[in-house]
């Protein structure tokens, strides 16, 4: 079955949405008489009235609201697949999804030296841990922590830590011994986002007859590691992202027994993003300075 009349759909979508052929004349440029007739064009072709007209306003019949709702739909999709499209070719800016922490502690210091490199392109970075399945066209990039298995999406990790406790220097004197023994007592710091952590640590450990859930919670790990800067606990960092606080002495690992975190972070995209010269390029820059030595 042929498509319906691309002029006669917009006609009634226009006039649908505003309620009245006047306004939906003056939006699409054209006169009410021919926004009638690509109407009457369009109840012909599905063989169903579309509006009840009255004397002088117009009303949606039960089957025009719905059919608005499917071409409001197809309008909104349209418009934004062209602009999208139209954008490709010559991409002014890229858009990266990241969690806070990773955006913070870890992005952030590397668009530096992006930004000492090209002006090529700007890059808009949200910290969103939106789905992706749901939301692949609001984004260029996202990184993720996990296995790298997301389905439709192609993934490149871009950086492994382990888990090290971590806490302010003024709290060292609470670990005599160094060990994992002088967690009994110690106030847990816990990131929301990765509330299983101290659990998983401890039971690696071997300090099972601890609980791992108790403690103070926050919404992010960003949040968690400043509060342990600030003496109020001990955190479980991933090592990677506290690397700054401990090289600048913030933060200071007071038992050295770390274990692996169990996944990765990656840099997770669709296929037809690389499509785009300068979407290509910003990956090869990232992946390349993901892998370089830090300095110092």
């Not at 960003?222 to 933060?251: C, P, T, W």
């Amino acid at each position: 079955m042929n498509l319906p009349p691309l002029n006669a759909l917009r006609s009634f979508e226009a006039a649908a949405r505003l309620s009245s052929f006047s306004a939906a004349a003056n939006e699409l440029n054209v006169t009410p008489g021919a926004i009638s007739r690509q109407i009457a064009k369009l109840e012909d072709y599905l063989g169903v009235m579309l509006f009840h007209r009255g004397t002088r306003e117009v009303t949606l019949t039960a089957t025009g609201t719905e059919y608005l709702a499917t071409a409001s739909t197809l309008f909104t999709t349209l418009h934004r697949e062209t602009a999208r499209i139209r954008k490709s070719g010559e991409r002014s800016s890229l858009t990266i999804w990241s969690s806070m922490t990773v955006a913070m502690r870890w992005l952030v210091p590397l668009l530096t030296d992006y930004y000492a490199r090209t002006r090529d392109i700007d890059v808009e970075l949200t910290t969103s841990l939106r789905p992706l399945a749901e939301n692949a066209r609001e984004f260029d990039f996202a990184i993720r922590y996990g296995q790298g298995d997301w389905p439709g999406f192609r993934s490149d990790m871009v950086m492994e830590s382990d888990l090290v406790p971590v806490c302010a220097p003024s709290l060292l004197d609470r670990f005599p011994n160094r060990s994992v023994e002088d967690l009994r007592g110690q106030t847990l710091l816990h990131s929301q986002v990765r509330i299983g952590d101290w659990q998983t640590y401890l039971t690696a450990v071997g300090m099972l007859d601890v609980d791992g859930s108790r403690g103070v919670k926050f919404e992010s790990s960003a949040i968690a590691y400043q509060a342990a800067a600030n003496g109020l606990g001990i955190a479980l960092g991933q090592r990677r992202l506290v690397q700054e606080d401990l090289d600048a002495g913030r933060l200071v690992i007071p038992i050295d027994l770390a274990i692996p975190a169990g996944g990765a972070f990656y840099l997770i995209y669709l296929p037809e993003t690389l499509r785009d010269r300068r979407a290509a390029d910003f990956r090869k820059w990232l992946l390349q300075a993901a892998t370089a030595p830090a300095a110092g």
